[in-house]
């Protein structure tokens, strides 16, 4: 049973930055590629990035050169570096990984 836990959301101003972190559970955590996934108001889930056990990294053109995915195998983490952020980037966030979800994570971006 994998279990996904996000932190790291909040409020922040346009141009803002935040991390987001999520801590995995379960099977062998480094043998598996990792996702950030984020849901608007209205709208379907999305995704933003995904990191494979290569460390190849996958983003989704709206994020490109703004948000920077990352894994610590020995820590069962899985991170995403906002910067630059938009009112458009507000969302719950989420991490995936093989169909598992965690509860999600609130990011809110206004002045």
């Known amino acids: 049973q994998v279990q996904l836990v996000e932190s790291g959301g909040g409020l922040v101003r346009p141009g803002g930055s935040l991390r987001l972190s999520c801590a995995a559970s379960?099977?062998?955590?480094?043998?598996?590629?990792m996702g950030w996934y984020r849901q608007a108001p209205g709208k379907q889930r999305e995704l933003v990035a995904t990191?494979?056990?290569?460390?190849?990294?996958n983003y989704a053109d709206s994020v490109k050169g703004r948000f920077t995915i990352s894994r610590d195998n020995a820590k069962n983490m899985v991170y995403l570096q906002m910067n630059s952020l938009k009112p458009e980037d507000r969302a719950v966030y989420y991490c995936?990984?093989?169909?598992?979800w965690g509860q999600g994570t609130q990011v809110t971006v206004s002045s």
């Open positions: 995936e990984r093989q169909g598992n």
């Open positions: 379960g099977s062998i955590f480094s043998l598996y590629t």
């Open positions: 990191i494979a056990r290569s460390r190849i990294t």
